[in-house]
């Protein structure tokens, strides 16, 4: 069996094409994190939202007019990788561009299911096409983190949405940690998110010319592939010093939470997080932010809120800053 179904864009082909294609405008309708080798045998991997990890490989590529690529579930039995095959094709019509795409190589229930998907995203896809303007996806909530990589995974998606509004004329102002501007702080997340990941061995490049969103997803996507791939068993070497990869797994979720929270503030949005998901990385915060952080200047003393206060805003004030209406 297959899907199908097809979507009008008020876009020319070419920017259609680029929007199925593109790591950046992926992101804005499609994908939290990804990794595109657009080429003939190029592979992908798309975290399409937490924890759930598409791969494959491209067997056809026609510019503006057609893309096929294989299609597969990490960890999946029934749908692994390479098991099935996507078509999209790209038609001119009199206001833009059809787009259509068939989902082949699915029994009857992973057709049902993934239609289910497919629709999801191709709303959002036309919706972007006609607005430009990216929609927080309700599916990258995470109410109850299964593992530290999931929660990551649902952080960075928040964090990515946060630095999609960041323009050059906010790079200077403020943020919540005093020491930092706007752009110091994604210096210092750029530093931390490389850091990690050069230590889990993956391929890390920091380009401090690039937007903000497209830095800093940029480094996040291979970071958190290699540690998926790494575990939460044994050590991380950072460079400085090793660290268990559990604390490192903790430290990863703060620096894209916390800071996601930062940039929000600090450009006057707004950040949505489930407050399980604010929890879940409470937790981690509880048992990975002791005296001697705090002693060392990394952490602020907590903060004092009401009890009643809400997940996120006990663990911003858990790691030394301020609520905003506390």
């Known amino acids: 069996m297959s899907f199908e179904r097809t979507v009008l864009l008020p876009v020319d082909a070419d920017t259609a094409f680029d929007l199925v294609t593109n790591p950046e405008r992926l992101r804005r309708w499609q994908t939290v994190a990804n990794r595109v080798d657009l080429r003939m045998g190029g592979s992908f991997r798309f975290t399409m939202g937490p924890g759930h990890q598409a791969t494959g490989t491209f067997t056809e590529i026609e510019p503006g007019k057609r893309l096929v690529f294989t299609w597969g579930w990490e960890g999946s039995d029934a749908v692994p990788p390479g098991d099935s095959t996507v078509f999209i ?46 929609v927080i996806d309700e599916w990258n909530a995470v109410p109850e983190p299964q593992d530290p990589f999931i929660s990551a995974e649902g952080s960075l998606a928040a964090l990515q949405f946060a630095l999609n509004s960041i323009s050059e004329a906010d790079l200077g102002g403020p943020t919540p940690c005093a020491e930092f501007s706007v752009s110091q702080l994604l210096d210092h997340l ?85 407050p399980g998901h604010a929890e879940y990385v409470l937790g981690l915060a509880r048992k990975t932010i002791g005296p001697e952080q705090r002693a060392s200047g990394s952490f602020a003393e907590e903060a004092v809120i009401a009890e009643s206060a809400s997940s996120l805003d006990r663990l911003i004030a858990f790691t030394g800053r301020v609520p905003a209406g506390a």
């Open 190 to 274: 750029a530093g931390s998110i490389s850091s990690i990941g050069k230590g889990l061995g993956a391929a890390i490049s920091d380009d401090p010319a690039l937007a903000a969103e497209v830095r800093i997803a940029n480094l996040a996507q291979p970071t958190l592939e290699a540690f998926a791939a790494h575990g939460l068993e044994g050590e991380v070497d950072l460079g400085f010093t090793a660290m268990p990869a559990k604390v490192v797994a903790s430290i990863l979720n703060l620096e894209l939470l916390v800071h996601g929270w930062d940039f929000a503030q600090a450009t006057g949005q707004g950040f949505e997080i489930h």
């Open 89 to 134: 094709t790209l038609e001119p019509w009199e206001n833009g561009t059809a787009v259509t795409l068939r989902h082949e190589g699915l029994n009857a229930e992973q057709s049902s299911g993934h239609a289910e998907g497919w629709n999801h995203f191709l709303d959002r896809l036309t919706s972007f096409a006609q607005s430009g303007e990216p």
